[in-house]
């Protein structure tokens, strides 16, 4: 791989070289061939699920594109239209004839064989998942779930305040949360929290017919309740409910006294009294925020460099992505919120949205979304698209290890030595504070899915019993009680991939181990995280984690060793 080049996507052998997505009268030929293809041996069973994932990435591919400009450029009827169209006539289309292909290739006769070799016998476990799951009836409930979920991005990115006479993203305008001036932090604070505020009646609205929706999809599968439905959609083989519980409880054991002696030693600091939602994310010692680039193509290609330095091959994955248009980072008005890399299926080359200003953050979350991207190209050439699908808990293992490893390159960013160490003790700082919040969200999601017909003051009530557990003991929210209530309401998963959450509190636990392995030894901890990433998903989660020589473990002993790790290098930083 040249460090710029363009990659082309692979030569098509089932479907033209022509062939676009325009519509279900073009693709259904395509379908039919499948479902009428007589199987007469182990090979020509391959041969139909290599036809079968062309067909499928080609499909990806084309709504990938859809979304992604859809999320660009959240004004643009035409992008929306798009969208709409292929999920209300596409997408339903499409549902009941791969439960048709999944039934085909489970009744063949070299099923069995095929399960002896590598990745094929995962594949045939989701297979068989996905036919236990299938029912009609819920086509047109996903067609519905997926419309309503677009509403959230039309709201969110709607969503601009007024600062010293210039129109701001609510991105942009909470980087003046960083400002040493506590005043303008306190004006900016409200401004943010009041423009969230004015939409909490319709985001309430909203996320109420979604719960109604999903567990209508969950009563229809033969399943009690939609976090039931969704630990089998998800394919959680290797965990359950209780050990989610279970990690939910490490952390508030584990974790949380450390974050709330972080916050003590911040009010002490600032020598404030009391300490409110505004003094969060100041310099506690009163210094300017970090500025870790100045622009969408300074950022660029600062990433590009620290991937480079890491190892050549991240460096030209960045690279080729840059050189074919695959990055849109900065922040503006009619962009979705958030940031996301999306697998382009077919060309393998994916795409990075994110809504950057200039902040460690941002430059966090390229490092992370680059991660993902690194991922995508290291599974590009393996045979099938279900090989390269991975589960949430090994892509995210990806994305926050690379945050974690990049860190040895940081001095791209901050060539002021004090700057630098700065920044690394923010970002520890920030893993401590990620982890209780995805238990917060992650058991608020239980609570939602197993009391689904709950009252809107159900829900608040819970909603801050559960912040309150993960939470620390000492900020004050006397006043801000309102925006407090709605915390929930910032968070896209909650909306737009439910049950999404889990996975980043334990690939975080996953990335501190694979950093702790690179810090002893970079060449041997490099190597087993590439390792494990090349894998995709064609072995089981447990032995993902294995080949990058770390455990798949929340328990409270595990926690605790590597929370410790984390401490003593926060010490370091002093």
Known sequence: MVAAEKLERPIRKF???????????QLKPYFDKLLEREITSIDGLKDWLRDRSELESVISEDFAWRYINMTRFTENETYSKAYQDFVENIQPKIAPVSDQLNRKAAASEFLDMLAYETGYDIMIRNLKKDIEIFREENIPLFTELSLEQQKYNTLAGAMMVELDGKELTLQQASVKLMSVNREERERVYHKISSRRLQDKQALDELFTKLIDLRHWVAVNAGFKNFRDYMFTAMGRFDYTPQDCFDFHESVAAEVVPIQNALVVERKNLLGVDPLKPWDKAVDPEGKNPLKAFENGKDLTDKTIESFRRIDPYLGQCLSIMNAMGHLDLESRKGKAPGGYNYPLAEIGVPFIFMNATSTLRDMVTIMHEGGHAVHNFLTRDLTLNDFKSTPSEVAELASMSMELISMDAWDIFFTNEDDLKRAKREHLEDILETLPWVATIDKFQHWIYEHPNHSLEERKENWNAILNQFSDTVTDWKGQEEAKDYLWQKQLHLYE???YYIEYGMAQLGAVAIWRNYKQDKQKGLEGYLNALKLGYMKS??????????????????????????????????
Do not use: H
């Not at 447990?542 to 003593?568: G, H, T, W």
């Open 497 to 499: 991939v439910p049950f």
């Open 15 to 25: 479907l033209p070289e022509t062939f676009t997505v325009t519509g279900w009268e």
């Open 541 to 574: 989660i447990p032995e993902v984690y294995a080949a990058a020589n770390i455990r798949f473990d929340f328990s409270r002993a595990y926690i605790s060793e590597l929370m410790e790790f984390v401490k003593q290098e926060l010490e370091k930083l002093k």
